[in-house]
């Protein structure tokens, strides 16, 4: 098969147009279908749908063109039919259909049928048979397996940021008690953003040598795309105009990504996405969820052991989340949810105050007993304190954990200001690092407490990675007293 054919996906959904109850010899009317959910390959696939009825049933064929059914009547009991979409959609819009499957006894279930236009070549031209070979974790097993996690930050996903790391500095991380790295990664930025969203080999073969190197040691890898220009992460991303570019770009990129990866056992780990586009509303919701889905999609085609490898997902913790919005997936128990960590952010990130653009006073103070009586009091943190970080963590594990859904904290980090920085230098420098101190620790612990893993963001603060070296020690035993 040419690698010109399209990239696109059918999505087969039912639900049911009507309920009203009809008696035949005695018996309730039933049309109950077994697989609510399909995907159907755009470049050619068949998908089975599977259903039944005590009654005979039929199928109106009225207008289907493009969709092709294997049989369109029968007798009651179970059924099974092959749904087929052969045709490339050149169109230049998704495009669908309605299957009416009637029964005699009165009920008629709809089957809409989506095809997405043709926007990038099919990348899924090797495709293996399943190997659980290295792979028998589950996401919730593999996470009892890290201790602590390292983000690889401002390094993969930019272009000529920080040097590259080497053999020796992930061998430090792993002798400081670190035995998991989040590596960051663009991709559109790296050559993707071509016509055919094809990605480099040279880059994607650099990937996989800091991939091998972290596996090589023992540590275990979470491989994301990262911002990477905003293509899917843009906040304009999470209209239905830009759906279909979305996913045929998820799609493409993770048909490459892991075919490139796939050979690596349990150690390697996949990431959707980073930080989507703030959900607001139920329609941007479902798009989010779409994105993340082409991901696994995407991934789980590849076959080999990628068809047992655990992904990550990530968005509004309010919108997605089991039992709301959330993707499928064939491989059960799999899946796992990442959040960020960067509460209050006037402590953690900001870098201004309102004179100079900045959304609120920076806080240089934070946790009990670490307020400062001598610096102005606006610098004392107001918010995201003890018993607020307590309240979240506990949300999280009422929300994910207890539904099976293992977590990530994938980011926390927060802003440790010196005497010899050019402005905003705490009055209280004592009690300034004993807030930030104080701060690891604290989400370190709470995050390990609920089963949770915490990755701290790094970018050569921590860590130096041309002398492979310590530089914040301080940093360093905060995160490592929570143990």
């Excluded at 493409?252 to 075919?259: E, G, S």
């Excluded at 200001?417 to 420098?429: G, L, S």
Aim: overall charge neutral; aromatic content about 10%.
């Amino acid at each position: 098969m040419k690698n010109i054919q399209m990239i696109i996906a059918a999505i087969i959904f039912v639900a049911p147009i009507s309920l009203a109850s009809c008696k035949k010899s005695g018996q309730d009317a039933q049309l109950s279908l077994a697989n609510q959910t399909d995907s159907v390959a755009a470049w050619g696939g068949t998908k089975s749908l599977m259903f039944n009825c005590n009654s005979s049933w039929g199928i109106d064929t009225t207008g289907l063109n493009w969709v092709k059914l294997s049989q369109v009547s029968g007798d009651a009991g179970n059924a099974t039919i092959q749904v087929a979409v052969s045709d490339t959609n050149y169109t230049g819009a998704a495009r669908s259909k309605v299957i009416l499957l009637n029964s005699a006894n009165g009920l008629t279930r709809r089957i809409n049928v989506y095809q997405f236009p043709y926007v990038f070549p099919n990348y899924n031209t090797s495709p293996k048979a399943p190997d659980a070979t290295g792979m028998s974790s589950t996401a919730a097993q593999l996470i009892t397996k890290i201790k602590l996690g390292v983000n690889l930050g401002n390094t993969l996903e930019l272009v000529n940021i920080n040097p590259g790391p080497t053999e020796n500095y992930f061998k430090l991380l792993k002798q400081t008690g670190f035995n998991a790295v989040r590596i960051p990664a663009g991709w559109y930025l790296h050559g993707g953003d071509n016509a055919t969203a094809q990605i480099p080999q040279e880059w994607m073969d650099s990937v996989k040598k800091v991939v091998q190197m972290c596996v090589d040691n023992d540590m275990y890898v979470l491989l994301n795309i990262h911002w990477d220009g905003g293509w899917l992460e843009g906040a304009g991303n999470a209209a239905d105009s830009k759906k279909d570019m979305v996913i045929a770009r998820q799609t493409a990129y993770w048909q490459q990504i892991a075919t490139a990866m796939r050979d690596f056992d349990e150690h390697v780990l996949f990431a959707s996405a980073n930080e989507p586009f703030n959900v607001s509303n139920d329609a941007e919701a479902k798009n989010l969820v779409a994105y993340h889905q082409a991901c696994i999609n995407a991934v789980r085609s590849t076959g080999g052991k990628n068809a047992y490898r655990t992904i990550a997902i990530q968005g509004s913790e309010e919108f997605i989340q089991p039992g709301r919005y959330f993707p499928t997936d064939a491989t059960p128990n799999r899946l796992l949810f990442e959040f960020h960590n960067y509460t209050p952010s006037n402590f953690a990130i900001l870098d201004a105050d309102p004179s100079e653009g900045g959304w609120g006073n920076i806080f240089y103070y934070w946790g009990a007993g670490n307020h400062s009586t001598i610096d102005d009091p606006f610098r004392n943190a107001t918010y995201g304190e003890e018993a607020d970080q307590l309240a979240f963590f506990k949300k999280m594990k009422t929300e994910y954990i207890d539904k099976g859904v293992p977590l990530i904290m994938g980011e926390y980090s927060t802003n440790r200001r010196k005497a010899t920085d050019p402005i905003h230098v705490p009055r209280d420098m004592a009690k300034h690092n004993a807030s930030v101190n104080a701060w690891y620790t604290y989400l370190t612990k709470q995050c390990l407490a609920i089963g949770a893993k915490p990755f701290v963001w790094e970018t050569g603060g921590v860590f130096d990675r041309v002398n492979d070296t310590i530089k914040d020690q301080q940093t360093v035993d905060a995160i490592k007293a929570a143990l």
